[in-house]
């Protein structure tokens, strides 16, 4: 689908359009290697490889932050309107979620780092690269569907997310039966667990990505279940 703006005697303001949509795709792309990074260095026992996940949340903080004031001085010097707007105010949002996510790959940054020092690998790994990889899929799904202004693609990629929260579901499931046959597992199953409400959180995001991808094209607010509002 092709979506075209409207047209500007100021050349400089197409250029400012542009320039905040690829910070935040930048900030997409960054986000989505934080998410890789941190399940791989749970998986792998990486304690290296989940600090370095750390490190680069602060730039993901940073980021989001000079988006938010790149946008601000956009809507402040252009005032944009009708579709102009809408690509400003769903950058904002979606620069927001991506943060989000930053966070939640930290938090399993975290787990991977305690359980590496705990020793032994728990289970629910087989589960973590299982939702990891649902959760990843949609996060790029949706930033492709941003890129190329696909609500078909977008209302695909958000139906996604009812199936990662019945995989969450079961896997807490089976998690909470282990700790109940084996105490001494709690603590290391715990973490397990987070770093699953962590991934399904992220899915939740890329949810969220969805719904401004259908606010950008239509112009129809879809959040809190409000399809109704799809043209």
């Known amino acids: 689908m092709e979506m075209h703006f409207d047209q500007h005697i100021s050349r400089q303001f197409n250029e400012d359009l542009e320039s905040l949509k690829t910070e935040m795709l930048e900030m997409g792309g960054k986000v989505t290697r934080q998410v890789a990074d941190s399940v791989e260095a749970l998986a792998s026992a990486d304690s290296e490889l989940a ?3 750390l490190v680069v949340e602060e730039e993901i903080d940073r980021a989001e932050m000079e988006l938010d004031e790149h946008a601000t001085l956009i ?3 252009r005032q944009p309107a009708a579709s102009d707007l809408r690509m400003v105010m769903s950058v904002i949002r ?6 989000r996510v930053g966070d939640e790959a930290s938090k399993i940054a975290k787990m991977a780092i305690a359980l590496t020092d705990e020793g032994t690998a728990p289970r629910g790994y087989t589960e973590i690269r299982h939702i990891a990889n649902a959760v990843r899929k949609m996060l790029n799904d949706s930033l492709d569907a941003y890129t190329r202004f696909d609500v078909k693609s977008a209302m695909e990629t958000l139906a996604e997310d009812e199936q990662v929260d019945m995989d969450y579901r079961s896997a807490v499931r089976e998690m909470i ?3 109940m046959e084996d105490p001494r597992s709690i603590s290391r199953v715990m973490n397990v667990l987070w770093t699953l409400r962590s991934l399904e959180r992220i899915g939740d995001h890329a949810k969220n990505i969805c719904e401004q991808v259908v606010y950008l094209v239509q112009g129809a607010d879809i959040r809190h279940g409000n399809e109704q509002n799809l043209r």
Do not use: G, P, S
């Not at 979606?94 to 943060?99: K, Q």
């Open 177 to 179: 039966t282990y700790m």
């Open 51 to 53: 600090e370095k996940v």
């Open 94 to 99: 979606i620069a927001r979620d991506l943060e």
């Open 75 to 77: 809507i402040a010097k």
